[in-house]
């Protein structure tokens, strides 16, 4: 009876040691052939690209190198117009107007006839003259208008030369100084200009916490127009900096900033460390040596093709 049982308990010990055995297989075949959680776009995955297509989509490519890192304070600021280049002309005597002969948008000379005046005292007519060569930019007065108080009258300035009023706030205040050279912008489709900070307020205002700094801007074109909000840049630095790159460059794959670098097979997504910057560059601190050819534009084609690999190889499982 007791070789019975020792046989009945050998082969249970046996029945449980193959089930155990077929669950431990079964999760290591899991393993191996279940596709676990992972990051798309590993970055030591080389993309391939012919020089054609490199050309059909614009990709370009550069060498690393050393490079001048120019910073700036950028300022908002508003176009107005200088006291000197501003005239308000108002009749001297109540009268009737007889006649009108510039109207708003009309250039004219110092001294030419903007209106004619009769005086309600001496019957006799007199001439609104200009006081500054310039253009008219408001008219308050028509033909047979009874004119006597200063509301009536015309407004002549001067644009060929405009000011550019912009706020510095405290913790740029350091930065500012007059004689710098300001580039002023206003945006898409307005060609950036250069002026000189001729001026900065000896006090800050109580209600902006802002000193106002002054540029001259020369105005030829008329494209200036007072009253445009503009942004004054003012260099601060000129730096010289190891490696230098373009923003172009840069593209961020599973929340890394890469560059995609040459290597022998293609373009390989190369993770960096970036320091200081400006509008156009980015410092490399690290991930990129000098002399290596680096994509510098349009990186997003290499960022694409590697996102169609992985789309193909996670349906292939």
């Known amino acids: 009876?007791?070789?019975?049982?020792?046989?009945?308990?050998?082969?249970?010990?046996?029945?449980?040691t193959v089930l155990l055995w077929q669950c431990g297989s079964a999760d290591q075949s899991v393993k191996i052939t279940g596709r676990q959680p992972e990051e798309h776009h590993d970055v030591d995955q080389s993309v391939q690209i012919t020089a054609q297509e490199m050309q059909e989509f614009g990709v370009e490519t550069a060498v690393a190198?050393?490079?001048?890192?120019?910073?700036?304070?950028?300022?908002?600021?508003?176009?107005?117009?200088?006291?000197?280049?501003?005239?308000?002309?108002?009749?001297?005597?109540?009268?009737?107007v007889k006649e009108v002969r510039k109207t708003v948008g009309d250039k004219v000379q110092k001294g030419e006839t903007l209106?004619?005046?009769e005086s309600n005292e001496s019957m006799s007519e007199y001439a609104l003259k200009s006081l500054i060569n310039g253009t008219?930019?408001?008219?308050?007065?028509?033909?047979?208008?009874?004119?006597?108080?200063?509301?009536?009258?015309?407004?002549?300035?001067?644009?060929?030369?405009?000011?550019?009023?912009?706020q510095v706030y405290q913790k740029d205040l350091p930065y500012v100084r007059v004689g710098q050279s300001v580039i002023i912008s206003a945006g898409k489709g307005?060609?950036?200009?250069?002026?000189?900070?001729?001026?900065?307020a000896p006090v800050i205002d109580e209600v902006t916490r802002t000193a106002v700094a002054r540029v001259e801007l020369k105005n030829k074109t008329g494209i200036w127009k007072p009253g445009l909000f503009v942004t004054g840049r003012i260099e601060t630095?000129?730096?010289?900096?190891?490696?230098?790159?373009?923003?172009?460059?840069?593209?961020t794959i599973n929340g890394n900033t890469v560059v995609f670098v040459k290597d022998g097979k293609g373009f390989k997504p190369q993770p960096v460390h970036i320091g200081r910057e400006n509008d156009s560059l980015v410092?490399?601190?690290?991930?990129?040596?000098?002399?290596?050819?680096?994509?510098?534009?349009?990186?997003?084609?290499?960022k694409a093709e590697m996102e169609k690999s992985e789309f193909g190889e996670e349906h292939g499982h």
Not at 137 to 166: F, P, Q, S
Not at 285 to 296: A, D, M, P
């Open 237 to 251: 630095e000129n730096l010289r900096v190891k490696l230098a790159v373009p923003k172009t460059a840069l593209e």
């Open 283 to 302: 410092e490399i601190v690290h991930g990129l040596r000098s002399g290596q050819t680096y994509v510098s534009k349009n990186g997003f084609v290499l």
């Open 1 to 16: 009876m007791k070789k019975d049982k020792s046989i009945l308990t050998l082969f249970l010990i046996l029945i449980i």
């Open 190 to 200: 307005i060609p950036e200009a250069r002026g000189i900070v001729s001026y900065i």
């Open 115 to 117: 209106a004619i005046i």
């Open 136 to 166: 008219v930019i408001e008219m308050h007065m028509t033909r047979g208008e009874m004119v006597d108080d200063r509301k009536h009258g015309l407004v002549v300035a001067n644009l060929g030369k405009v000011w550019v009023y912009l």
């Open 65 to 96: 190198a050393p490079g001048k890192l120019k910073l700036y304070v950028s300022l908002p600021g508003e176009v107005v117009i200088p006291p000197d280049n501003l005239a308000h002309i108002h009749p001297r005597f109540p009268g009737i």
